[in-house]
């Protein structure tokens, strides 16, 4: 009985790491534009940036766009969406 419970065990333990390694390969990276620079479009890039998406951010306001820019690493673009 000793017997068929390590084979279970190194079963499970040699089997278990690889499907998170082929969902991390497998992960799709989106290319995303954000319409405002507000307090809701800084967090929301920030967050997807930080998840290694592609982020656009798109405003009028060049402060605010400045601002989002020298934090988080997007690509700003000002103009009127």
Do not use: C, K, W
């Not at 499907?19 to 992960?27: E, G, N, S, T």
């Not at 954000?34 to 290694?52: K, N, P, Y």
Request: glycine share 8%; no cysteine.
């Amino acid at each position: 009985m000793m017997g068929l419970l390590r084979v279970a065990y190194l079963t499970i333990i040699r089997t278990r790491p690889l499907p998170l390694l082929y969902a991390f390969a497998q992960r799709v990276f989106m290319n995303i534009v954000i319409i405002g620079a507000g307090e809701v479009g800084f967090e929301l890039s920030r967050l997807l940036s930080s998840e290694r998406h592609d982020v656009i951010v798109l405003d009028q306001d060049e402060e605010a766009l400045q601002r989002i820019s020298d934090t988080i690493d997007v690509l700003t673009v000002r103009g009127n969406g």
